[in-house]
């Protein structure tokens, strides 16, 4: 889905997650949803109307639609959101990972054909910065990454039925929900990350493929959804490897059209709440949906309600939200596991033409046979080894309050577990140590090391003269050449990098002299010769911390991990929203 040359739409800004426009708290208000309405059934002023659009959310602005603006104040620059299309966005990753799961629908060479047809396709990634390699495990296999991204994009008829605010059509889309699917090698195991839409970071160089169109790199940070209006798709996956080193395979991007259909062809999913829960308040806010305490079957738009559903799950944060969307997902995929709700060929053609109209892929997906190949290799993976799992995070301070930053520390190490195909559910052996380099390190006097300064992250300042500081530590232990420089390269963790195998030997020898772990020195073509970049977990002192050497085979607390077998997982209600 290239972006048109048309869309002169610009936002000014971004909102935060609690701002009008991001939240259901842009729903509140007076109407049939307004404070004390019943939803027995699932039929609140949110989700009434039908799945076309020509309930609530008609195009003429009445309705719903112009009931949200009579709510408050709007920010200028902030994009209105229409209430189902809204609802619609965290399905999209649910119906990608179903399809991968339980394959197309099996059909014959001419149907493959006319799928074929329906794909779209873009270039994998617009970034400038080449994707490493893969690492190759013992038996010569290598893992499979793949991006799936759920965009909010009005650029079509059915598009703008299901997601509505009109104003909105043509403008640029946003990667509302962005999640690496990880396969292991061996296709033993599967990890599934999340990364929060607020998510700040910097933005890589991204090139339009079909305009020329250049979207510099940012000099600040940018909220992680801006990237696919930086030229499409492509730039999501750029932007993703930049900040995680994590080279990714295909992505997967889907649009409003079509979820609707996936998600009744499922036929229900069960989902599991600790009190019977009601998300509405005395203000309004919340997404109607109201269940009773214990298991329940939910499909169509009680399956909308659970994943947007923000006050009344935990403390109401956008997070929590996160890992009630995992645990449908679990809950999705072990119903399509078990064979029950899909056996109709009729509805799996369905889901099958659903799909393909909804879905834009990678070039390197040619055609609906790759796209079953892919799938038959994700089903090779047990339920009980599929890891749900967010990126750790911690919310800023000041003007950046309510936006979501990387976890130092934490979001670093579950990304290097992910590169290194390490699972998250922790069932693997553990790893081998890095192996010492064959080639012999050169004397301390003749290597020379470059020290940067990577103290700071996005919440502190670096420590001053802490290059200097440690480039004294590794003269005194006889490396003369060792230099600072004035660079400031923030890095979650110490590291010693090395260009080539030539010096593998000599950032082995520099990492030992100072104790830093052999594992955190890494080869990268970032840099010319042996480089020392000290991290944020090495701020101050002159011996490198035991406790910053953390077990990189363990996945963070922070991270939230959630088996796709644990069936027992329920949802906790927050106070003030039971019933």
């Known amino acids: 889905m290239g972006q048109s040359t048309d869309r002169q739409w610009e936002r000014q800004r971004v909102p935060h997650a609690g701002e009008l426009g991001w939240d259901d708290s842009l729903y509140e208000g007076d109407g049939a949803g307004g404070a004390g309405g019943e939803n027995v059934t699932g039929t609140t002023e949110e989700s009434s109307g039908s799945f076309a659009g020509n309930g609530d959310d008609t195009a003429d602005g009445t309705g719903g639609s112009q009931r949200a603006r009579k709510g408050g104040r709007r920010r200028t620059g902030t994009r209105p959101r229409s209430r189902r299309g809204k609802r619609r966005i965290l399905l999209w990753v649910s119906s990608a990972l179903a399809l991968l799961l339980l394959g197309t629908a099996g059909a014959g060479y001419l149907y493959f054909r006319h799928l074929d047809s329906k794909l779209k396709k873009e270039d994998l990634t617009l970034g400038d910065k080449p994707m490493a390699d893969h690492k190759v495990n013992s038996a010569g296999q290598t893992p499979l990454n793949i991006l799936l991204i759920g965009s909010d994009a009005r650029d079509s008829k059915e598009n703008q039925d299901l997601g509505g605010a ?9 990667a509302d929900v962005q999640m690496l699917l990880h396969v292991s090698a061996d296709r033993s195991n599967m990890s599934v990350v999340s990364m929060p839409r607020d998510t700040m970071l910097k933005m890589p160089k991204c090139t339009n493929a079909e305009t020329g169109e250049v ?81 329940s079957v939910i499909q169509g738009e009680q399956a909308l309600q659970w994943l947007r559903t923000r006050y009344g799950f935990e403390d109401g944060s956008d997070l929590a939200r996160t890992h009630a969307q995992h645990m449908y997902m679990n809950s999705m995929v072990r119903e399509l596991r078990k064979g029950a709700k899909l056996t109709d060929p009729g509805k799996l053609m369905s889901l099958a033409e659903a799909a393909t109209d909804a879905l834009t ?14 799938a038959e290799e994700l089903k090779k993976v047990p339920t009980n080894r599929i890891t749900m799992a967010t990126m750790p995070n911690v919310y800023g301070t000041g003007a950046q309050s309510g936006r979501v930053f990387p976890k130092p520390g934490d979001a670093e190490q579950l990304f290097t577990m992910v590169r290194d195909d390490v699972p998250l559910d922790g069932k693997a052996s553990k790893r081998k140590p890095p192996a010492e380099s064959k080639d012999p390190a050169a004397a301390p006097a003749d290597t020379g090391v470059l020290v ?15 290059a200097t500081a440690v480039a004294g530590l590794l003269a005194g232990k006889g490396y003369t050449k060792a230099v600072s420089d004035a660079t400031l390269d923030p890095h979650e963790r110490t590291e010693v990098l090395f260009p080539n195998a030539e010096l593998e030997g000599d950032a082995q020898a520099v990492a030992k002299s100072l104790g830093i772990p052999v594992s955190s020195v890494k080869k990268s073509t970032d ?13 101050t002192g002159d011996t490198y911390p035991k406790s910053a050497a953390k077990d990189e085979d363990k996945t963070p607390d922070t991270a939230r991990a959630l088996n796709g077998a644990d069936a027992g997982q329920c949802m906790e209600v927050q106070p003030g929203f039971t019933w």
């Open 215 to 295: 979207y510099p790199a940012s000099t600040g940070d940018v909220q992680t959804n801006e990237s696919l209006g930086r030229g499409g798709p492509g730039c999501t996956v750029a932007t993703w490897y930049e900040l995680t080193g994590i080279p990714i395979d295909h992505f997967m991007m889907i649009d409003f059209a079509g979820v609707v259909s996936m998600a009744d062809a499922i036929g229900g999913v069960p989902v599991c709440v600790t009190e019977n829960i009601h998300s509405r308040n005395a203000e309004g806010k919340g997404s109607g949906l109201k269940l009773k305490k214990g298991e």
């Open 361 to 374: 892929v990678d070039k390197g997906i040619d055609g609906v046979n790759k796209l079953y190949g892919l």
């Open 527 to 539: 840099v010319s010769g042996v480089t020392l970049v000290v991290g944020a977990d090495w701020r």
């Open 452 to 466: 940067r300064n990577g103290t700071g992250s996005d919440t502190r300042a670096p420590t001053p003269q802490r």
């Open 166 to 174: 009109k104003e909105t059509f043509g403008g640029l889309p946003l």
